[in-house]
């Protein structure tokens, strides 16, 4: 009888561990979400029957985009292995710039004023003092090359590589005000989103102050029902012998939900960079989000 009853304790054991492995495994699965690339729910070019592409074929424009739904962790896309291509992030680079520069106090705020050096250059708007806020707006090139070489290459090589942008090269110091307009650095579609989703979760290494004055100054759009919040680049500008690339990346807020999205597409004439933000927008639509 003892032995029985030994037995039947054994297997009563043996089944309660068996048990306890398979309601487990599913927990602890969920626990920790897979990377962006990695994510199962993401298999193919574009997400469901979404066909994003035909935009670009309208627009006659080569190119890609990535739009990542955070509530439902999903990511659509057209172009995949573009979007994990590195490219030139020309002035989407001046967000982290801006970060860098607030953080490290080489500029004090959104409004303080840089005096322009009198040099004539090929957008008006940017032939006079200006302060971050309008530097952003305008994309203004020599602006965040003062804050570039204010920061120093030394903390700005420390505060590239603690935040994990990219391929974190920026050269010598030489290269210290433009290593993201022709230099080594590089930086993904998909890193872009990565990066944005960070900002716009405090995840990454700056006070919430100066998080919170570049997510300001970064806003293109606010009505009663959204918020995109992006930046453009252009790699290469003016540059007739190299790949010229453009960049449209950012967020939008709407219905307690966040769309991170980046654009990428080949710049051939002036249509071509005016296709940047029509294409995104394009998308958003067919996501029903505009």
């Known amino acids: ?22 309601v487990q495994t599913p927990q602890s699965a969920l626990t920790v979400p897979p990377p962006l690339q990695e994510s199962p729910r993401r298999g193919g070019d574009v997400a469901e029957t979404i066909n994003l592409g035909r935009h670009f074929q309208e627009l006659g424009v080569e190119g890609s985009i990535a739009i990542y739904d955070l509530n439902s962790d999903r990511l659509y896309q057209h172009n995949s292995q573009r979007n994990t291509t590195a490219f ?42 200006l302060n971050m806020r309008e530097a952003m707006k305008l994309s203004a090139v020599w602006f965040y090359q003062v804050l570039a070489r204010r920061v120093g290459h030394e903390q700005m090589q420390k505060w590239v590589a603690q935040v994990g942008y990219g391929n974190q090269k920026i050269g010598n110091k030489d290269d210290i005000d433009k290593f993201w307009l022709e230099g080594e650095l590089r930086i993904t ?57 453009g960049w449209y990346v950012g967020y939008l807020e709407k219905d307690k939900n966040v769309y991170f999205f980046a654009t990428n597409i080949d710049i051939r004439n002036n249509n071509d960079a005016s296709a940047r933000i029509e294409l995104t927008r394009r998308c958003f639509q067919d996501l029903a989000l505009l």
């Open 88 to 129: 030139l992030p020309a002035s989407t680079f001046k967000i982290l710039n801006s970060l860098i520069s607030l953080e490290t106090g080489v500029i004090s705020d959104e409004i303080a004023v840089l005096t322009w050096d009198g040099t004539q250059r090929q957008f008006p708007g940017w032939n006079r003092d």
């Open 189 to 245: 579609p998909k890193e872009q989103i990565q990066f944005l989703r960070r900002l716009y979760k405090n995840d990454l290494p700056f006070s919430e102050r100066s998080l919170s004055l570049v997510k300001d100054i970064i806003i293109v759009e606010q009505t009663p029902d959204y918020i995109i919040r992006a930046k453009t680049g252009w790699a290469n500008f003016g540059e007739q012998t190299k790949p010229q690339i």
């Open 1 to 22: 009888m003892n032995r029985i009853s030994r037995a039947i304790a054994v297997i009563l054991i043996v089944l309660g561990c068996i048990i306890s492995v398979l």
